[in-house]
Structure formats: structure tokens, C-alpha cells
């Protein structure tokens, strides 16, 4: 069998009746050039048996019960897939019908990876956020695009985000990412090579990426919206939506077994989106050969994120970070003021994310929504339906990348 030009990577466990909807957004799309690789550590086969009912080859399931992290389901998954191309999504999300144009124009341009910016995202109708309720439950919000193409520098992008503690994952283009992106296999087996894995870190978005940033050496970025980034009520993105994203590392199941002895000394011992995107940068890095570089990360900053954002973790927080300023020969007085300006800055970006909401400005709430959608595919097709209306992009190389599909 050849293989195919893109493999699109699905772990999952115990979440059929969003699984089924991310695959639909796929098996909609006209091309026999894309495989889609399932890896379900459920409790039962029952998607593997919808699966089979739907009857799409291109689709190939594994189903692996018991006792797994998500790392350990994530690397299965990518030890099956064959295609030139690879990207990772969660079993919420969806992409938008120009996946297959983009990849064949960053495979014709020999890129070892490409990153889409995240214009697009998808709220499920299950989701009710702590302080808006169920305000954006079943809606799209598209964000501005211009289409433009850039090329990026890997190894910078993981400079730059170690030195903002590796908290701009969400925004960074400089990243060559996995998840929701596309990355050449070449670069994939190299990190496997070097690393041992594709994901040396708790987070397999962020461990990937920084990972990847060694070997990314043609890179690009592109303002569009490829994927469509979902977020579920049982998903991280929902449980960060009512605030319950934050708790002991002892208590989370989904990581490695063993992560909270071998908890980076840098990193508050708590398990949070800052937290655990920070020990993944860093491990990736150390992985790869660049352990050096893990004394450019901001500590103040981190740290200050981390107690600022999380309620009731500050005692955690502050012991953390005397152990690191031993670890790092630090003195007390410069940590107090490098922790001082890491909240100033903490604060100042939250603020500049309400004042931005608050003023509608259209790179925070989005130029364009829908709403009432039951579910991603209906979601994916309100996005196609709105790149269709809203006419060419601003950058003349973008038809070259999109292909009929204007946008």
C-alpha cells in the first residue's frame, strides 16, 4: 500500500460521541490521499464498532485498553501513522476544507513543517464557562485572517518562548507544532531518534513542538484556518473554562506515571496549563541535547503566572520558587523583584485581554460567529461556508497555498 500524503493523528479515551464528529469533519474531505489514525484507550470498542459501521478505509482504528497516560496514547497513535505529513488533534476538534490544498503545497515546497495560525474555534454546546455561563455554548468564532505565508526560524521560536516560560503556545507561529500543524516525517523520526519519543514532555502539544524546533529547518507559517480548534465540556479546554483546570500533580491520572519525582525544579510542583506546558518545554529541551539553554527561562514570570492564574496556589507556588532560586544560585532580593515583575505582567496581559473583549476588538472576540451549532462538523461547515463568502486574502501568494478553495 503506498503511503499516504498526510496522516491525521486522533488519540482518544472514552469520548465516543465527540470522537465520531472530529472524524466527520475528515471523512467529509474528497481524498483518497489522507489516512486517519484513531488510537482509542477506552474502556470498550464501541467507536471502533462505529467506525466499521461507517465504512470509510481511510480510517484505521486501533483499540488498545488499560492503563495509559496520554503521552503513552499519543505515541502509539504516531507509531501508526505513514504518511509524508503528520498532525496531531484532539477528539473535539475539526478542520476546515483546505487541509488537504495546504499540505500539498507545503509537501511541493519541501517544508518540514507548517504552522496555521488559530483563527478559527468551536465552543460545544456542553460547555458553560465560570463567569459568561453558557453565553458561547454551540458557537463559531472565526478571528481576522490575512492568508499570508512567512518563514519562520524553528530554533529562535523555541528561544523565544522558553524566555516567556513557554506560556505563548496558544499564539506562537515561530513554533513548528504538531498539534494543529503539519510536520514532514523526517523531522518526526528524527526526534523520535534523538529523544526516544516524539513527546518528552507531559504536554504533547508543547513537547513536540519545542522538540521539533531542532529539526524543523524549512519552515513556515500560514494566517489561516486549517484546524478548528474544538473545546468540549470533559476536555482540558472545558474544564479550564470553569476554572477546574488546577490541582496536586499526584492527582491527575492522564500523566506519567512517576512525572511528580522527576518534576523539573524550575517549575511550581502543581499541575496547571502554565505548569505543565513549562515542564514540557524544558524537557523536550534536555531531550534534544539543549539542557543549556533551560537557564533562559523567565522563573519570575512563570512562577508568577502560575500563582496569579490559579487561585489558592500561591503557598504552593512560593515554595516552589525558593527551590529554585537555590537551585540556581539565586538571591533572595533579585528573585522577590524578578516575581514582582512577573506579576506587573501577568497583570498587564490580563488586562489587555479584557480591555481588548470589552472594546470588541476583532483579533480577541472575532469578525465573524455562528451559532446554534449542534456539533463540529456543523461547525466546519459554517467555517468553509464563511472562507467561501468572504472572497480572496490579502497576500497574493495565498491562492498558490489554497488552491480553488479561496479563503
Known sequence: MSEPLLSVVIPTKD????????????TRLPDD???????????????????????DARVRYEHRPGALSVIDNCELAMARARGTY???????????????NVTRRAAHDDLDALTPAL???????????????????????????????????????AR?????????????????????????????????????????????DMSAAVGLSKYARRFA????????????????????ARKEHVGRLEDQPHLPRGCAASWPVEVPAVFAVQTVWAQSGLAALRA????????????????????TLNAGFWPVVRASYAAALR??????????????SGVARTWAIRTRYLVGRLARRPWLVGDHQATGLAFIEDAAAALDAWIARRGPTEDEAAPRWLGNHQG
Open 15 to 26: 469520548r465516543a460521541r465527540y470522537a465520531m464528529h472530529c472524524l466527520r469533519t475528515l
Open 327 to 340: 537551585a540556581r544560585g539565586r538571591s533572595w532580593l533579585r528573585g522577590e523583584a524578578d516575581l514582582a
Open 119 to 157: 483563527a478559527a474555534r468551536y465552543v460545544w454546546p456542553d460547555v458553560r464557562f465560570k463567569h459568561y455561563g453558557g453565553a458561547y455554548a454551540g458557537t463559531l468564532t472565526v478571528l481576522p485572517y490575512t492568508g499570508r505565508v512567512r518563514v519562520r526560524d524553528a530554533a529562535l521560536g
Open 86 to 100: 503528520v498532525t496531531l488533534l484532539g477528539d473535539d476538534d475539526g478542520v476546515s476544507a483546505a487541509l488537504m
Open 221 to 240: 507559517s500560514l494566517d489561516f484556518p486549517v484546524f478548528l480548534p474544538g473545546g468540549s465540556a470533559v476536555s482540558t479546554a472545558g474544564a479550564h
Open 288 to 307: 534534544t541535547g539543549r539542557a543549556d539553554l533551560a537557564r533562559e527561562i523567565d522563573l519570575g514570570f512563570l512562577h508568577a503566572m502560575t500563582g
Open 33 to 55: 490521499d489522507l489516512e486517519i489514525i484513531v488510537q482509542d484507550n477506552s474502556a470498550t470498542d464501541d467507536l471502533g464498532r462505529t467506525i466499521a459501521d461507517a465504512g
Open 160 to 204: 523565544r518562548s522558553l524566555r516567556a516560560a513557554f506560556q505563548d503556545l496558544a499564539t506562537n507561529l515561530d513554533l513548528p507544532k504538531l498539534y494543529y500543524g503539519l510536520v514532514h516525517r523526517r523531522a518526526i523520526e528524527a526526534l523520535r531518534a534523538e529523544a526516544g519519543g516524539v513527546f518528552p514532555g507531559v504536554s504533547p
